[in-house]
């Protein structure tokens, strides 16, 4: 079967992003990617690609080469899903924050939501393709929602989780360590995932496209990010015994990170990770074991998330013991308010929390980071609902450039590693600053040997 028509549910972080990519590299198949927010879908149909909704290095340039030839963004759903012969949900799934799960499950009312559309509105058989990170098992879900329509259209399931990191996610969706595919073992199953295969084929080597059952590709998917997330912080609790004991995280790092089995990547030591998925995705992964009864399970996950946790807090209370046990009325400069560097995107991101600690001790923030804007920063201060909006408003100001954001501060704090932050006139900084000047290096990206010499009180992490 060869797919002519692509539907994608949900324009965002992923949606976009990989459609873009899909449509640029598969030229005779029209993608078209729809959302329920009009404004996002406005931004990705802004003239200038500039202004796309989502900040990638890259993606504008995919953007502007596909869009209106075989790549459209439309808020027309129905449309979109009964022309597809294959349709991607991609839409979000959060952490729940109320009933049963609360604070753990997945809420999966998007993705029911999406499969009852599809159901409602399909006159054609189609191949539905989850694109989000979902709990294993949750393809019966869908199938058993699809399969009782009645009007005897039928419908394939895949599982194909996207591993895309943010911030390059274009080099990542061009050049993928795998794509991976999970379907129905019997004949036409395959056949669905041959279709999926085709697709990808265009692009990416075929001994590099895995497929597999659904239940293996979903639970890979989550397996992959507490793997990732649980090197972080195991490199994070090293972190603070080198803090104790004289050795140096970078150092240790590099030590371990040579030996081939344990290799070099994901071990930096940080003030904590952040992103939509690391802490979502765990939390799942411990829910899901413990509703099968796997406590043991479930413990050993979690500690990832307590470990995380503590990192961040930890940062926090560096900060104000090392400023003589008290910020109050002190001003602190934030340098990132991102999870990482490359995006715009805030969520979970560690600067909120780092953030919130310290607003709690009456610091006045001033916060500057390269793409994060004003609205996004107070509202993820205001989504933890520590304060009123108001006061939030009174102790945070956010800067337009960095050394506005530094003059007069009795600290600063680096929380994303943005590379531009190495190559700021630090002596400059220095001079406008209240002495002792400080620097806590949430990301141990700066130099802190010429830091030191210029005269700041330097403190990274692990060392
Ligand atoms: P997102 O919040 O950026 O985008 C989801 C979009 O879906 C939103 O624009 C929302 O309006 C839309 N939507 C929700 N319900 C809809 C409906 N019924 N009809 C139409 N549109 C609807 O989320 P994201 O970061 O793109 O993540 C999507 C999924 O991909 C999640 O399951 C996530 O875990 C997974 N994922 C994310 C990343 C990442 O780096 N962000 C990486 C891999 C996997
Ligand atoms: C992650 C996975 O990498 C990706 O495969 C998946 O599809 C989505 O989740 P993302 O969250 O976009 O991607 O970024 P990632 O590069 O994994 O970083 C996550 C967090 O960990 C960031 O806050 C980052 O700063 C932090 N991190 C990462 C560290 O603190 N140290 C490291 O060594 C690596």
């Given at each position: 079967m060869k797919i002519t028509k692509i539907c994608c549910i949900g324009a965002g972080y992923v949606g976009g992003p990989t459609m873009a990519v899909i449509a640029q590299k598969c030229p005779d198949i029209k993608v078209t990617v729809v959302d329920l927010n009009e404004a996002r879908i406005a931004a990705w149909n802004d003239e200038d690609t500039n202004n796309i909704p989502i900040y990638e290095p890259g993606l504008s340039d995919v953007v502007a080469e596909a869009r209106g030839r075989n790549l459209f963004f439309s808020t027309e759903i129905e449309k979109a899903i009964d022309e597809a012969e294959m349709i991607f949900i991609s839409v979000n799934t959060p952490t729940k924050t109320y009933g049963s799960g609360k604070g753990m499950a997945a809420d999966l009312k998007y993705i029911e939501l999406c499969a009852r559309q599809i159901a409602r509105v399909s006159k054609s058989n189609k191949i539905v393709v989850e694109k989000s990170t979902l709990p294993v098992r949750t393809a019966e879900a869908i199938k058993n929602i699809l399969d009782n329509?009645?009007?005897g259209v039928r419908f394939q399931i895949l599982s194909n989780p996207e591993f895309l990191a943010e911030g390059t996610a274009v080099q990542d969706l061009l050049n993928p360590d795998r794509i991976l595919i999970g379907g129905d073992t019997t004949e036409e199953g395959q056949r669905a995932i041959n279709a999926l295969v085709d697709v990808y084929a265009n692009w990416v080597d075929r001994a590099r496209i895995l497929t597999t059952n659904l239940w293996s590709s979903e639970l890979s998917k989550l397996t992959a990010n507490a793997f990732l997330a649980q090197r972080v912080s195991s490199i994070n609790a090293l972190s603070e015994l080198c803090e104790k004991t004289g050795a140096d995280v970078s150092e240790v790092a590099k030590a371990i990170g040579m030996d081939s089995r344990i290799g070099p990547k994901f071990l930096k030591a940080s003030v904590g990770f952040g992103g939509s998925c690391f802490q979502k995705d765990i939390l799942n992964l411990v829910y899901i074991a413990k509703a099968y009864g796997l406590n043991e399970v479930a413990d050993y996950w979690e500690q990832v998330i307590i470990m995380n946790d503590h990192q961040k807090r930890r940062f926090s209370h560096k900060i104000v013991t090392t400023l003589y046990n008290t910020v109050s009325g002190k001003k602190i400069a934030f340098l990132g308010w991102a999870?990482?560097?490359?995006?715009n995107d805030t969520r979970e991101s560690a600067a909120i929390y780092v953030a919130d600690d310290l607003i709690n001790e009456q610091a006045e923030l001033h916060v500057f980071d390269p793409k994060v804007e004003e609205g996004q920063i107070l509202s993820d201060l205001n989504?933890?609902?520590?304060?009123t909006p108001e006061e939030n408003r009174q102790q945070v100001t956010v800067a337009e450039n960095p050394y506005e954001a530094c003059k007069d501060a009795h600290a600063i704090a680096v929380l994303t590693e943005w590379d531009e932050f190495r190559d700021y006139d630090w002596k400059k900084i220095y001079d406008n600053m209240m002495k002792p000047a400080f620097v806590f290096d949430g990301r141990n990206i700066l130099d802190a040997k010429k830091l030191t010499e210029i005269g700041f009180v330097y403190k990274g992490i692990g060392s």
């Open positions: 329509t009645g009007n999870f990482k560097k490359d995006t989504y933890l609902d520590s304060r």
